[in-house]
């Protein structure tokens, strides 16, 4: 079975500083791993994934994020935060070839200016 | 990007009465689509696993009976709660995936709020 814990339920930051969320995973066989942010009342929007090669992956608005095998990690960052990050973010698991995501509970992202 | 519709993005309705979702991929054709509740301050909670003419996979505690999916189609699928009640209110999301790369797209979620 495939789960994902994400901690930290809420992470303020100044806008400016270091983005850090964090997610762990657990997972029976290789797993995809993806992060997704979510604007109030709208649905879900891909930042970055990571199925297989590069372990560091690239996503759009400046994230990115490292699979650490070793550690079973795949925590999201970025350099600098800006005010229009703030959102709710969800680390998702799933299994090699499958399409059913499984969700972490989310991080609620502050941008204090 | 591919683009995922739902359509109520919200409704009201009275307890009893029964309540149709939409989910509609726009520019490609998914054979497999994903409804999701997600509740206050909670994660998604996958509800079931919707494909193109046949019966839908309901995960475990999930009424199939209540929430009725059907995807008649390669670009609709259709969740209708049947008998609302209170509890029901929720945020209700759609994901489609584009058979290309596998990669799921969200719809922008449908605010269900049962009074």
Known sequence: ?113 | GAVVSQHPSRVICKSGTSVKIECRSLDFQATTMFWYRQFPKKSLMLMATSNEGSKATYEQGVEKDKFLINHASLTLSTLTVTSAHPEDSSFYICSAIRPVNTEAFFGQGTRLTVV
């Not at chain 1, 809420?10 to 806008?15: D, I, K, L, Y």
């Not at chain 1, 590069?54 to 005010?83: R, Y």
């Open chain 1, 1 to 113: 079975a495939q789960s994902v814990t994400q901690l930290g339920s809420h992470v303020s930051v100044s806008e400016g500083a270091l983005v850090l969320l964090r997610c762990n995973y657990s997972s029976s066989v290789p797993p995809y791993l993806f992060w997704y942010v979510q604007y109030p009342n709208q649905g879900l929007q891909l930042l970055l994934k990571y199925t297989t090669g590069a372990t560091l992956v690239k996503g759009i608005n400046g994230f990115e994020a490292e699979f650490k095998k070793s550690e079973t990690s795949f925590h999201l960052t970025k350099p600098s935060a800006h005010m229009s990050d703030a959102a709710e973010y969800f680390c998702a698991v799933t299994l090699t070839g499958a399409n059913n995501l499984f969700f972490g509970t989310g991080t609620r992202l502050t941008v204090i200016p």
